[in-house]
């Protein structure tokens, strides 16, 4: 008995203490990174892109700004959409949906060289709102109802038991791409649609396959 607590004291006093500097190690390790500082000079802004290159236009965007050494300026790059599930011909596929096709909206501070440096990028052909030179920023009210649309998935696809006349939607595919329209007649035999959308200020008729519109969000920035 004795000798095993004689064996105890020794291990215990074998062991050698730990490294002041392993300690500092992990708690270094446990920091999260610092938070970028918020720019109190950003706002909203609507950047247009060409339909279908908006994400294409915001990696350029960050690109060039990490050349320029401008980051700073960009808080935050946001292009509206959600991921939905479509079905066709039997068989069900995830995209990616876009809310506003042509539409990136940038948190920034605008300044004359970000100006320049986003005018000269591909496929970008201005602001929304304002003037060329002087565009108009986005009402946080505004930024926030889209934010909220986007949580509430206001803008999946509707069921076949949803759709009735009058319906405000917009066709997701085909010629008649991001059109808004309201439907005017239903086929649920056929499961197509009859949408009446504006060509040239007059309402025409257009026929489209149920999976092929989504719930229309009225926006536009004036």
Known sequence: MEENQELESISEEGQEPESENTTEEQIEAETPAPRKPRNPNAKWYILQAYTGYETRVEQTIREKL???GIEELVEEIFIPSEDIVRTKGGKKRKVNQ???PGYVLIQMELT?????LLMNIDRVSGFVGGTAKDPLPLDERELEEIRSQIS???QQAASEEDYHVGQKVMITEGPFSNFNGVIDEISRERKKLKVLVSIFGRPTPVEVEFEKVKNAISWQKK
């Open 112 to 116: 004359p060289d970000l100006w320049h």
């Open 98 to 100: 876009k809310y506003f």
């Open 66 to 68: 990490k050349i320029q």
């Open 152 to 154: 509430e998935g206001f």
